[in-house]
């Protein structure tokens, strides 16, 4: 035996790990919660401080269009965590969902209250593989039985949602999430590591430390601002710990966001933020719900300062990642790999991407099914009798609906939709037998929540939406 090859041998034994280390990229991937496309410095709000994440952005590819698979939090989740559409796992809204109400015209879909253990996550893959691998942050698509570990993951910290903001910590337990993902890496650096991290922020309700608040006076809202600087402060601090345990070069850094930033008021806050020039927010499927600020660093393999418009869907971040890896990828995944767009190598895959939510939500939204196909957007209202079209390429707002001029382009991608939704099993909504029509016109037809633009709107405008926050509070109450 030659001593290389007796070195090597040694190396395996004495130090698991340390010999695929070598051609095997670390990972981590931070996910924000309700982060806006627009949230971001680098991504056009200049109200907000991202250095950070701006030079992350420099150094690596920023997606335009890089879409979730749900504009709402458990369903895009379990998306990432298994690569299949949440059509397909019906688990469709978060969980636990909201109650029906008499202002709805049809009923939710019984969801399940977790992804399926039988369903293989981003964790058991990369296990197979050789990772180690940490959960760290919010969970939310299971209770007791369906938590990390009984996924796959070999570390789990939970954190808190919420803290009180002090000389140490933010207002949404950053720095205590940001340091667990630190002490995992220092322990792990000598193997590949998985390391999924997701914040609590910027979600409601929020707090941020005092300086930061005011550091942003002049912002849209100054504490959700002072939110998104702290976000950017703990990934500065996590990005700072990669270098100085040197591998930044051997670690794929992605941060993206579950959904679009929530642009109507909700629980304490009478604004919140604001995705224009994208349409509506959180819950709904226009594309201020459904695009989100994405950012990909890979030294050397991934070109720096990149900016791509090629539409991708975070169901695909399973298969790219274990290609980017050199594993195999299993069948039956509704994500594609892009792993050959992201290093230079190829395109991103053609295909049309589609969304199916049966939900009301919070936020104003009604069932609904969407379909992108090149600049094409379909949006299928399930509760009545109405499709909408949008070419995105001329109309980024969504404002000039063209479904009357263009019939049988709609027929088509309207049927499209349907053979993709009985694919993935997806299910239906059933009428209500308690439907108020009042109330839903209230809801639903008398304020369009859809039309409200925060970064445009005046003070009456803000008092109708503040008026309608109020009712739908107190139907989804009753």
């Known amino acids: 035996m030659s001593l290389r090859v007796f070195v090597a041998a040694l190396g395996i034994i004495l130090f698991p790990g340390v010999i695929q280390a070598a051609s095997q990229p670390n990972i981590v991937f931070i996910l924000a919660d309700d982060l806006g496309i627009n949230d971001l410095r680098c991504y056009g709000r200049l109200d907000h401080h991202t250095p950070n994440l701006d030079r992350l952005a420099r150094h690596g590819m920023r997606f335009t269009s890089a879409y979730c698979a749900q504009p709402i939090c458990s369903p895009s989740r379990a998306a990432i965590l298994t690569g299949k559409a949440p059509a397909r796992l019906h688990l ?8 029906n109400s008499a202002s709805q015209k049809l009923l939710h879909p019984e969801i399940p209250m977790q992804v399926p253990l039988e369903e293989q996550s981003l964790a058991e893959h990369f296990k197979t593989a050789g990772y180690v691998s940490a959960a760290i942050g919010k969970w939310h698509v299971g209770g007791p039985g369906f938590g990390p570990l009984e996924q796959g993951f070999d570390y789990y910290h939970p954190g808190r949602a919420n803290t009180k903001p002090s000389a140490t910590e933010g207002g949404k337990g950053e720095y ?65 710990k990669l270098e100085a345990l040197h591998l930044a070069e051997k670690t794929i850094v992605i941060f993206t966001s579950d959904n679009g930033g929530l642009h109507v008021p909700e629980g304490s806050h ?57 594993q195999p990828i299993p069948s039956g995944l509704d994500g594609i790999s892009f792993a050959r767009m992201l290093t230079g190598h190829g395109r991103a895959p053609k295909r049309s991407l589609f969304w199916h939510f049966p939900h009301y939500t919070n936020q104003g939204s009604r069932p609904s ?31 000039h609906d063209l479904a ?10 309207q049927s499209s939709l349907e053979a993709w939704r009985r694919q993935t099993g997806a299910q239906k909504n059933r009428p209500n037998p308690d439907f108020d029509p009042a109330k839903y016109r209230e ?30 509070n107190a139907a989804v109450a009753r």
């Not at 930061?212 to 700072?240: M, Q, S």
């Open 176 to 240: 205590d999430l940001t340091a667990a993902a630190e002490r995992f890496i220092e322990t792990h650096q000598h193997r590949p590591f998985l390391v999924y991290l997701a914040h609590n922020s910027p979600h409601i309700n929020y707090d941020a430390q005092p300086f930061r608040i005011d550091n942003n006076r002049d912002a849209f809202e100054p504490v959700y601002a002072g939110v998104i600087e702290t976000l950017d402060d703990t990934v500065g601090r996590l990005l700072a």
């Open 369 to 399: 099914g969407a379909m992108r196909n090149g600049p094409w957007i379909l949006i299928e209202f399930y509760d009545e009798q109405k499709c909408e079209l949008y070419n995105l390429d001329m109309d980024i707002r969504e404002t």
């Open 270 to 326: 009478p604004r919140i933020t604001h995705n224009s020039p994208y349409r509506a927010g959180k819950g709904f499927v226009y594309e201020g719900g459904l695009r989100v600020p994405t950012i990909v660093r890979w030294p050397g393999r991934i070109p720096a300062g990149a900016v791509t418009d090629a539409p991708v869907i975070n169901t695909d971040w399973l298969p790219t990642l274990l290609d980017l890896a050199g």
């Open 443 to 472: 809801l639903y037809i008398d304020v369009d929540p859809t039309r409200f633009d925060p970064a445009q709107a005046k003070l009456p405008e803000w008092e109708l939406i503040w008026k309608w926050r109020k009712a739908m």
């Open 404 to 413: 009357p001029r263009y019939p049988k382009r709609v027929a088509r991608m």
């Open 92 to 99: 469709t809204t978060y969980l636990p969902g909201r109650p």
